[in-house]
Nanobody
Framework: QVQLVESGGALVQAGGSLRLSCVAS????????MGWFRQAPGKEREFVAS??????????RYADAVKGRFTISRDSAKNTVYLQMNSLKPEDTANYYC??????????????WGQGTQVTVSS
């Protein structure tokens, strides 16, 4: 079992920055990837970013909507992943969810999920 706890969501102005954090605990040896998804009211949950560290490599992926603005990173010693969000836009407003699994893909949902943290970007 893996538990994920997110933090960092806030109300910010367009053009501002936020850093989200997600701390994993429990059977963390069983996960090799973590990522972020978001869901706005009335919309489906969508992929934002992921980092996979299997095979002693570190691979990152980003949704087209956030490329160049968001950066995902990992602190292995703290079992924590971060999402640095810069140049925020009102369309980034959503509940952001941390996720973890052996791998993070866009074709299958991750096994473990956090509770979500709200990001609101004002214009």
């Amino acid at each position: 079992q893996v538990q994920l706890v997110e933090s960092g969501g806030a109300l910010v102005q367009a053009g501002g920055s936020l850093r989200l954090s997600c701390v994993a605990s429990g059977r963390t040896f069983s996960i090799y990837a973590m990522g972020w998804f978001r869901q706005a009211p009335g919309k489906e949950r969508e992929f934002v970013a992921s980092i996979n560290w299997d095979w002693n490599t570190s691979r990152t992926r980003y949704a087209d909507a956030v490329k160049g603005r968001f950066t995902i990173s990992r602190d292995s010693a703290k079992n924590t992943v971060y999402l640095q969000m810069n140049s925020l836009k009102p369309e980034d407003t959503a509940n952001y969810y941390c996720a973890a699994d052996k791998a993070i893909t866009t074709t299958a949902p991750p096994q473990y999920w956090g509770q979500g943290t709200q990001v609101t970007v004002s214009s």
